[in-house]
Structure formats: C-alpha cells, structure tokens
C-alpha cells in the first residue's frame, strides 16, 4: 500500500469535552485507501519542544467528500499545539501507515476506551457497509471520558460500560452484559490494561482477537526501531508490523 | 556539478543517509527516488541477529531526540541472503554500517559484506553509545580505535569508512589514529550521549537510562568537530549531525566534509533528502558554482 506525504486542508474543529477534539480533513485531490486501524504521523509546527510527528489514529475516512477526521486527546506538548490548529489551515500528514484491522468476521465485537475509541468507528463503519452490524462496547472511568458516543450508534449496537455508573451499565467493559457472547472476531483499542483483560478473555474462550497497540514513535515507517514491541517473534515495530497485532502473536505482552 | 569521491568510492551528490534512521532505504522508496541520492547507510549489521535494548527507546528532547535502539538487526547472514538481494539493484551507492562487540565480530562481517559485488563501502559503527559490549568503548579510546580498523582492513578491501564518536576529548587524536591504522575515509558524529527524566513519573524517558542524541540540537558541535578533523586528517571526511536542509549540508561542506549523512530529519520529513539535493543545486546555480568541490573545506 503506497504511503503518501500529503498538505490537507482542516475543514472542521470540533471539541469533545476538554481534552478530545475532532480534526476533519480534506484531501488536494482524491484520497488514496486507507484500512481501518491505520494511522498517519501528523508533522506539528511551530515549537522547539516538538520536533517529531506525531502518530493518530484514524478516525473516520469520508472517499466521497475526500476527507478523513482524526480524533486527538490532549495529552502533551504536541498534541496542545494541534488543538490549537483552526478550520482553513494546512496540515502535514504522512498516511496511511501501518497494518490495520483483519476485516472479517459476521458476529463481531468491538471494544474501545478512551482515545482508543478512535480507530472503532471507522471499522464499524466498514463493518456496516459489510452488512455487519457490530457489537461496540465503549468504557470509561465516567461517561464524560466516552469523548464520542453518538457516530458509532448508525453503524452497530452502541453499548456503554462506566466505573462509576454515570452511563450504561457500572463496571469495566468486560463485565458488560454484551461482553461474553459468542463473536467470532473480538477487536479491541484503549487502555493497554483493558486490551489485556479483553485479549485473555479472546484466548481463554479460542476467539479470533486483533489489538491496536500505542507506543512512542518517531519515523512511522519501520525505520528507526524505537516504537517495538516485544512479541512472541522478537521485537516488532508497532509502527509497521502494527499497529494491529493478531493476540496469537502477542502471549508474552498478555502475560506482562 | 554535485560529483564528489570518497576515496575511490564517486557519489553523483554528497548527500547520504545516516544508519539507522533510513532502514534499508526501502521503507522511503514511496516518498522518494533513492536512486537520486548520493549513498545509503543502511541499518547497523552485527555477527550475530539482535533484538536489541526494551522498549522505550526514544525520548523526544528540545530540537532533538534521544534513542537507545541498541542495534537491533537481522544479523550479516540473512542481511547477506535475504536483505541485499532486495535492495542491491537500486541505483546509488550502498553502504553498510558495521557494527559489533569484539574485533572478531567486527571482521567476520566485514569479510562477509566484502563479497557483496554492489556493496561499495562499509561504514565501521566504533561509537554505538547504546551496547553494553564494544561499540563506543572502541571508538574512544585511540589504541583500540586504530587496533579495530587495522583488523578490519585485512580482511576487506573496499572503501572503509570509520564512524567516529564525539563522546571523547579528542575527537582529533581518534581520527588520526583510525587514519594511520588504514581508513579510508571518516564519519562523524555518531550520537551524543545523554540522559532525560520524567519528572512526574520520577524516572530516566529510556529503558536504558542514557542514550544518543540526535537532531538540530547537536548540529553546532558536528560542524565543529568536522572542521578540526578535516584539517587534521588527510582522508575525506564525512560529516553528520543534525542535517535538515541544503544550508545544513552546506555548513559541513564548508568546514571539510566531502560527503554529509541525513539522520534525524528523514523521521520529520521523509523526502528531505531529496530536498537536499535540489537545495544544493539551487545554491550552486544562485552562486555560480560549477563543481561543489569548489566550496568544501573553505573555512
């Protein structure tokens, strides 16, 4: 799959709450593929403090309006400095990169926290072009940490699980009622000790489980070998072995 | 107009790439013609597969980052049979940074990369600051500098480039003594070496604890160190260090490097490299310079 260096244009901003935003952008001229779970690395100007790019998700890819939404948390430097970007100004992205989700399965479930619900919408929406209508658990500690909720109800089943009840049902998202029925294909994306829960829950009932795995980067192409993780084969480049890894691969990350 | 040698080695341009920061050239083949440059300095190869230092690796600092990869490779014998079959007929000069944790190993991979037919040079990693075993420990210390490269040079004889560390009180004395024990040419810097905390979660960024900085913050003092071995050494000299555009370059031709590497920036800019090759094509035109070699070591 051809990676791209692209000038997008940001045709619309929108906030989720104090620390997510929404970022929508359009292609020049028209937009290449993208996978669902692939990611681009998105140059950030301005500051001597941030000299990389920085690695998001995709969100949503729009082919018909040539445009892709990148939802962002504000977790530091880089990531201030983007919320700050407004609707008409350029933004360099390098795309698509990295593996992206195994696009099979009838009964399938999709299991998001936090930032890591990025990538789930975009895969339920593939799902649903399918005719697949997705089971999607999103968790979070309160439903003000869910950032986006609302999309994801057109493509599948939305179900919310929250620590302290505020939405849904109270717990974590493997407790939810819906968790523990039979899919054929588990995808998961968030909190690593979520993705772990869920990735020894896959295993331990021989479900097909795909994780979507973050870590420090810098290249974005499997270049400089900072972002590895350590699997079963040795350490692999999150950056372009993932960042989707079958569990299969992944049984010393699990048990960590 | 851009032609320069590296010993008996011609680049079509100075502009290469730095080990470790462009793979095997091929993960950048979808932003640009490598073939437009002047050399590729692929990955760090060893005796031996290594997996390399835990994760995290990399810290991002103020106009630089820190690393501690700790030469993860495949190892020279599937670089042998399987790498160099994928890349050996791109177009331009492929170069192999040798690396290892005893002579022994240093010479086996020469050896072996010296029957490659379409691998012109190799770039002798003596300045990894990022293994426990060998690496910087040969490269700072002049004896055992020059002790590594005179084993090496009996066993290859193609063009030997020695990558030297600027983690020494005399870059000078180390050159000269690589020079002496047989190089051909010389590359430097290799990273700097240097540590960064988390405050918040009270803890080094690096598994590692220290690691090597790269990036524009080191560039001053690659530019400085480039200048007194160039004028201490009769060997080309191939400078590096925080390069990002076609002044950068310019900067290490001026103070006497023949030949400069891209680090860093190809993780900013995937196609900077070629940039730089148009940058300094602009600059010649714009000056009236008919053959680059005109400006290297005026300062």
Same mark, same amino acid.
């Given at each position: 799959?051809?990676?791209?260096?692209?000038?997008?244009?940001? *045709?619309?901003?929108? @906030?989720?709450?104090?620390?997510?935003?929404?970022?929508?952008?359009?292609?020049?001229?028209?937009? =290449?593929?993208?996978?669902?779970?692939?990611?681009?690395?998105?140059? *950030?100007?301005?500051?001597?403090?941030?000299?990389?790019?920085? =690695?998001?998700?995709?969100?949503?890819?729009?082919?018909?309006?040539?445009?892709?939404?990148?939802? *962002?948390?504000?977790?530091?430097?880089?990531?201030?400095?983007?919320?700050?970007?407004?609707?008409?100004?350029? %933004?360099?992205?390098?795309?698509? %990169?990295?593996?992206?989700?195994?696009?099979?399965?009838?009964?399938?479930?999709?299991?998001?926290?936090?930032?890591?619900?990025?990538? %789930?919408?975009?895969? @339920?929406?593939?799902?649903?072009?399918?005719?697949?209508?997705?089971?999607?658990?999103?968790?979070?500690?309160?439903?003000?940490?869910?950032?986006?909720?609302?999309?994801?109800?057109?493509?599948?089943?939305?179900?919310?699980?929250?620590?302290?009840?505020?939405?849904?049902?109270?717990?974590?998202?493997?407790?939810?009622?819906?968790?523990?029925?039979?899919?054929?294909?588990?995808?998961?994306?968030?909190?690593?000790?979520?993705?772990?829960?869920?990735?020894?829950?896959?295993?331990?009932?021989?479900?097909?489980?795909?994780?979507?795995?973050?870590?420090?980067?810098?290249?974005?192409?499997?270049?400089?070998?900072?972002?590895?993780?350590?699997?079963?084969?040795?350490?692999?480049?999150?950056?372009?072995?993932?960042?989707?890894?079958?569990?299969?691969?992944?049984?010393?990350?699990?048990?960590? | 107009?851009?032609?320069?040698?590296?010993?008996?080695?011609?680049?079509?341009?100075?502009?290469?790439? /730095?080990?470790?920061?462009?793979?095997?050239?091929?993960?950048?083949?979808?932003?640009? &013609?490598?073939?437009?440059?002047?050399?590729?300095?692929?990955?760090?190869?060893?005796?031996?597969?290594?997996?390399?230092?835990?994760?995290?690796?990399?810290?991002?600092?103020?106009?630089?980052?820190?690393?501690?990869?700790?030469?993860?490779?495949?190892?020279?014998?599937?670089?042998?049979?399987?790498?160099?079959?994928?890349?050996? &007929?791109?177009?331009?000069?492929?170069?192999?940074?040798?690396?290892?944790?005893?002579?022994?190993?240093?010479?086996?991979?020469?050896?072996?990369?010296?029957?490659?037919?379409?691998?012109?040079?190799?770039?002798?990693?003596?300045?990894?600051?990022?293994?426990?075993?060998?690496?910087?420990?040969?490269?700072?210390?002049?004896?055992?500098? $020059?002790?590594?490269?005179?084993?090496?040079?009996?066993?290859?004889?193609?063009?030997?480039?020695?990558?030297?560390?600027?983690?020494?009180?005399?870059?000078?004395?180390?050159?000269? /003594?690589?020079?002496?024990?047989? $190089?051909?040419?010389?590359?430097?810097?290799?990273?700097?070496?240097?540590?960064?905390? &988390?405050?918040?979660?009270?803890?080094?960024?690096?598994?590692?604890?220290?690691?090597?900085?790269?990036?524009?913050?080191?560039?001053?003092?690659?530019?400085?160190?480039?200048?007194?071995? #160039?004028?201490?050494?009769?060997?080309?000299?191939?400078?590096?260090?925080?390069?990002?555009? #076609?002044?950068?370059?310019?900067?290490?031709?001026? #103070?006497? /490097?023949?030949?400069?590497?891209?680090?860093?920036?190809?993780?900013?800019?995937?196609?900077?490299?070629?940039?730089?090759?148009?940058?300094?094509?602009?600059?010649?035109?714009?000056?009236?310079?008919? &053959?680059?070699?005109?400006?290297?070591?005026?300062?």
């Amino acid at each position: 799959m051809k990676k791209h260096i692209t000038d997008f244009t940001i *045709v619309d901003r929108k @906030s989720y709450g104090p620390n997510y935003f929404a970022l929508t952008l359009q292609h020049p001229d028209s937009m =290449p593929e993208i996978v669902p779970g692939q990611f681009v690395e998105v140059e *950030v100007k301005g500051t001597r403090e941030v000299m990389l790019r920085r =690695p998001i998700s995709i969100h949503d890819v729009d082919y018909k309006n040539n445009t892709l939404t990148l939802l *962002v948390q504000i977790v530091g430097k880089g990531t201030r400095q983007l919320s700050e970007l407004k609707i008409g100004e350029k %933004l360099n992205l390098v795309y698509p %990169l990295g593996h992206g989700f195994t696009l099979e399965g009838e009964k399938v479930l999709l299991v998001g926290g936090g930032a890591g619900t990025a990538p %789930l919408l975009y895969l @339920s929406k593939h799902f649903a072009s399918k005719g697949v209508k997705p089971t999607i658990i999103l968790g979070g500690r309160t439903k003000e940490l869910i950032p986006v909720q609302e999309p994801f109800g057109q493509y599948g089943e939305l179900c919310i699980a929250t620590d302290d009840g505020s939405q849904g049902e109270k717990g974590m998202v493997t407790q939810h009622s819906r968790f523990a029925e039979k899919y054929d294909r588990i995808f998961t994306c968030g909190p690593t000790p979520m993705m772990k829960a869920v990735a020894r829950h896959a295993q331990a009932n021989g479900i097909e489980c795909e994780v979507s795995l973050e870590n420090m980067m810098a290249c974005g192409v499997g270049a400089c070998l900072c972002c590895v993780c350590d699997t079963d084969e040795g350490h692999k480049c999150v950056c372009k072995e993932g960042p989707v890894f079958n569990i299969k691969k992944l049984n010393k990350w699990m048990e960590n | 107009m851009l032609e320069v040698k590296l010993h008996n080695l011609t680049l079509k341009n100075p502009v290469m790439t /730095a080990s470790g920061t462009f793979g095997y050239g091929e993960e950048f083949s979808d932003f640009i &013609d490598i073939s437009r440059l002047g050399g590729i300095v692929v990955k760090g190869t060893t005796g031996e597969r290594r997996q390399g230092n835990p994760y995290p690796r990399m810290a991002e600092t103020p106009s630089g980052m820190l690393n501690a990869v700790g030469l993860q490779n495949v190892g020279v014998d599937a670089f042998c049979s399987d790498v160099y079959h994928r890349i050996k &007929d791109i177009d331009t000069n492929i170069i192999v940074n040798v690396s290892g944790s005893s002579i022994e190993e240093y010479c086996t991979v020469a050896e072996k990369i010296n029957e490659l037919e379409n691998i012109p040079a190799i770039e002798l990693n003596i300045s990894c600051p990022n293994v426990k075993k060998g690496g910087m420990g040969f490269g700072t210390n002049p004896d055992m500098a $020059a002790q590594v490269v005179g084993e090496v040079r009996k066993v290859y004889d193609k063009t030997l480039i020695v990558k030297l560390t600027p983690n020494v009180t005399s870059i000078v004395d180390i050159a000269k /003594a690589v020079e002496a024990a047989g $190089a051909d040419s010389v590359s430097l810097i290799n990273t700097m070496l240097g540590m960064a905390i &988390d405050v918040e979660k009270r803890r080094p960024y690096l598994s590692t604890i220290t690691g090597g900085l790269s990036g524009p913050c080191v560039k001053p003092v690659a530019v400085r160190m480039v200048w007194q071995v #160039a004028h201490a050494v009769n060997i080309p000299v191939v400078g590096l260090g925080g390069i990002s555009c #076609a002044n950068d370059a310019l900067e290490f031709l001026m #103070a006497g /490097a023949k030949a400069i590497e891209v680090g860093t920036a190809n993780f900013v800019d995937p196609a900077v490299t070629v940039k730089i090759v148009e940058g300094l094509e602009e600059y010649c035109n714009r000056h009236g310079i008919k &053959d680059i070699n005109e400006i290297i070591g005026i300062i």
